[in-house]
């Protein structure tokens, strides 16, 4: 079946610093990746997707691209700002309309 | 465009109560699905409806759980006889009937506590 896996959380860092949030994937088919984030107090939010192998997805300067050979779609941001500390959760879809989602991974930067 | 709304926000009740959830999804998306999140979990699915039909349930919704889109616009999510273990929150999410990948839009979930 379709499984997702992050990073454990919290990741903990200074403003402008380098983010990687690791997601690794395991499916049956092609399926397209996303990540969604949840803001303190708010619903899920679609951040980036990617819809075929090479694909980078982009968005509020989050980046993240799409690696069959190594099933991985890791989230990356250049330079963090306090305004970014969320839940971040990695997530799937094949066939099934339904998304699998990981288990979210929670970062905290400091000013 | 309002986005997903979902009503109660938050719902307590007894262990052996019934409660129902409403989520009216942006309009005109054809497809609702319904996801249930516990503590520090990612959201799992549970059910699906594209327009007024229930295309597809988990195996995590039991014969206690029970899901309705009667005219294909919002839909209800009934558990009965309540039990500890359905403390969680309920998302909706609905997204439009378009050819390929499609973005499913959440809504801000209904968090039941169950005493």
């Known amino acids: 079946g379709n499984s997702v896996t992050q990073m454990e959380g919290p990741v903990t860092l200074s403003e402008e610093a380098f983010l990687t949030i690791n997601c690794t994937y395991t499916?049956?088919?092609?399926?397209?990746l996303f990540w969604y984030v949840q803001y303190p107090g708010e619903g899920l939010q679609l951040l980036l997707k990617a819809t075929k192998a090479d694909d980078k997805g982009s968005n509020k300067g989050f980046e993240a691209t799409y690696r069959k050979e190594t099933t991985s779609f890791h989230l990356e941001k250049g330079s963090v700002q306090v305004s970014d500390s969320a839940v971040y959760f990695c997530a799937l879809r094949t066939g099934r309309r339904a998304l699998t989602f990981g288990s979210g991974t929670r970062l905290q930067v400091q000013p | 465009d309002t986005g997903v709304s979902q009503n109660p926000r938050h719902k307590i009740t007894k262990r052996g109560q019934n409660v129902t959830f409403r989520c009216d999804p942006i309009?005109?998306?054809?497809?609702l699905y319904w996801y249930r999140q516990t503590l520090g979990q990612g959201p799992e699915f549970l059910t699906y409806?594209?327009?007024?039909?229930?295309?597809?349930k988990s195996r995590l919704l039991s014969d206690r759980f029970s899901a309705e889109r009667p005219k294909g616009s919002f839909s209800t999510l009934e558990i009965q006889r309540t039990e500890q273990g359905d403390s969680a929150m309920y998302l909706c999410?609905?997204?439009?009937?378009?050819?390929?990948?499609?973005?499913?839009?959440f809504g801000p979930g209904t968090r039941l506590t169950v005493l």
């Open positions: 309009s005109e998306h054809n497809r």
């Open positions: 499916a049956t088919g092609y399926p397209s």
């Open positions: 999410a609905s997204s439009p009937l378009a050819g390929g990948p499609d973005t499913q839009y």
């Open positions: 409806f594209q327009n007024e039909a229930q295309l597809e």
